[in-house]
């Protein structure tokens, strides 16, 4: 039989398998590795003079392993079921161990579905189903694999859509693809923003240091037997030289790997509105990947920005919804977070996104705080290069002393002090005022906006009924210069968002016409 078999256990309810062409592409995968590694060790053997007998070895042994990994993918597909009622997602699974997971559908928050390079010619996808919480393994469910199309019905029926039951033939669930509205899709100039990209930069430099950090010992030696064995020293200008070359060959690798990782991650990107209010985001080149947010878990959107790129006009989307994020805080970490809704596209066309995702948002102008705010950082900001300076002024004395040991210190001239001060002093300074600039708050007649932030800058716009709490935090500073800060609890995402640094009366009065009566009962009318 092909395509996902149906399995009768009883009457009333209708058991399915996995699809069986997933033996098929894990079989694939297990021999293209045990085969690989068979065929190197078989070379190195053979340059070395031992094939026989070690080299017949290592293939026997990668056949075996090949078998043995195989055997067991079969017994997973055979012992591996699965069936939705109007009640529950369950699935049994195990050969010596048996288990049974039940997921109730009310609890349902995800349905996503992946498509790994190796299982796109079998036309099979892996579903995860998530109920927002990582608190046990019985929190999420995995299929891995099912046919495409089987996936896309498991997601529609699910997230409550109004398609075919779990009966229906698979190809029953396109007859509303007709209502599906396309929100945005990718121009391949936006590409260009993911060198700077915060996910694929900081993986693409992380890549090249680990790089670099092993290749440094065979640079060191090379430079010993160059220079210090022959009795001689590089030239500053050598050095100098051949440093800002790695470092630009370091620049460019890092750049074009976190370009490439950008391209894979968002190539053929498309955020849609389903019928029925879902949210899709559909994105990949080798990897595909499907995430559906349903909008009556949206609790709102916001708005990120983050240099450098927003120095060029760039920003991107994501979800502010009740069971994503909470998912990725269980140590499962991706390059795209499951709530993103865009890639890094120009600010207008993100301000467009958001206010199609989440219809009415308007992320224009805001409130700005006081100017205490602005004191208040410029202080951080003079208090830290105060810091710097002292550190500095320090090492130089420490240095210029009589040394009371036999390891020699080297000098450092009083002038890197005045040096670090002036050049800590404007840096910090416009760091104090980027963060300033980076406050606001606003409020339309549905929502509410909440802005802050300096290198990683968020505006967060949310759905006035979704705030379920208030918080007012004033330290001993803040209330000396009559601040406060205001903060929106919402049962999403990292539940809090703040509005640092308002103007206390401001402040609270915002919070109150936000939300009328919630925060009252703890207010005293003059």
């Not at 699809?19 to 894990?26: G, K």
């Not at 300074?429 to 909440?450: F, K, N, V």
């Not at 539940?495 to 703890?522: I, K, Q, R, W, Y």
């Amino acid at each position: 039989m092909t395509g996902t078999e149906v399995l009768e256990d009883t009457v009333e309810t209708r058991w399915r398998r996995l699809s069986p062409l997933t033996v098929w592409a894990d079989g694939a995968v297990i021999a293209a590795l045990t085969g690989l590694a068979a065929v190197v060790a078989a070379v190195v053997l053979t340059l070395v003079g031992m094939f026989v007998p070690w080299g017949l070895l290592a293939v026997l042994a990668s056949m075996l392993l090949a078998g043995v990994l195989v055997g067991s993918e079969v017994l997973r597909y055979r012992h591996t079921r699965y069936q939705v009622t109007g009640e529950r997602l369950e699935v049994r699974s195990g050969v010596l161990a048996r288990a049974h997971l039940s997921l109730s559908r009310d609890r349902i928050r995800s349905v996503d579905l992946a498509t790994p390079l190796w299982t796109r010619p079998f036309g099979l996808c892996k579903v995860t189903v998530g109920t927002g919480q990582k608190v046990g393994s019985g929190d999420e469910i995995t299929l891995t694999y099912v046919e495409t199309a089987e996936g896309d019905r498991l997601r529609r029926d699910l997230l409550h859509q109004t398609t075919a039951g779990p009966d229906a033939a698979p190809g029953d669930e396109t007859a509303d693809e007709t209502a599906t509205r396309v929100l945005a899709t990718m121009a391949p100039v936006w590409f260009g923003y993911g060198v700077a990209a915060p996910g694929p930069a900081a993986l693409a430099y992380s890549g090249i240091a680990a790089v670099a950090g092993a290749l440094s010992e065979f640079g060191i030696r090379w430079i010993a037997d160059t220079y210090l064995d022959a009795g001689a020293a590089p030239s500053a200008g050598f050095v100098v030289t051949w440093t800002l070359l790695a470092l630009a060959g370091a620049v460019a690798l890092a750049s074009l790997g976190a370009l490439a990782l950008h391209v894979e991650a968002w190539w053929n990107y498309r955020l849609t509105r389903e019928p029925n209010g879902t949210l899709r985001v559909r994105r990949g080149l080798l990897n595909l990947s499907s995430v559906s947010i349903e909008e009556r878990r949206l609790r709102g959107v916001e708005l990120r920005e983050y240099l450098p790129l927003r120095w060029f006009g760039a920003a991107s989307v994501a979800a502010v919804a009740s069971g994503l994020d909470s998912e990725e805080g269980g140590g499962q970490k991706s390059l795209v977070p499951k709530r993103s809704l865009s890639p890094e596209v120009p600010r207008a066309r993100a301000e467009r996104i958001a206010a199609a995702s989440l219809p009415g948002a308007v992320l224009g102008p805001l409130t700005a705080h006081p100017g205490a705010a602005l004191r208040r950082r410029l202080l951080r900001a003079a208090a830290a290069v105060a810091g710097l300076t002292v550190l500095a002024t320090a090492l130089t004395l420490v240095s210029s002393a009589e040394p009371v040991a036999r390891t020699p210190v080297p000098t450092i001239p009083l002038w890197v002090a005045a040096a670090v001060l002036v050049v800590s002093a404007p840096i910090a300074g416009l760091y104090a005022w980027g963060c300033y600039r980076g406050l606001g708050h606003g409020l339309t007649e549905r929502h509410l906006a909440m802005r802050r932030g300096m290198a990683a800058r968020s505006t967060a716009v949310l759905k006035r009924e979704a705030v379920i709490g208030w918080t007012v935090r004033r330290s001993f500073f803040q209330r000396r210069a009559g601040l406060a800060t205001i903060g929106a609890t919402i049962a999403a995402d990292k539940g809090v968002f703040h509005a640092a640094d308002t103007d206390s009366s401001e402040g609270l009065a915002f919070a109150e016409e936000a939300v009328p009566g919630l925060l009252a009962p703890f207010l005293e009318r003059g």
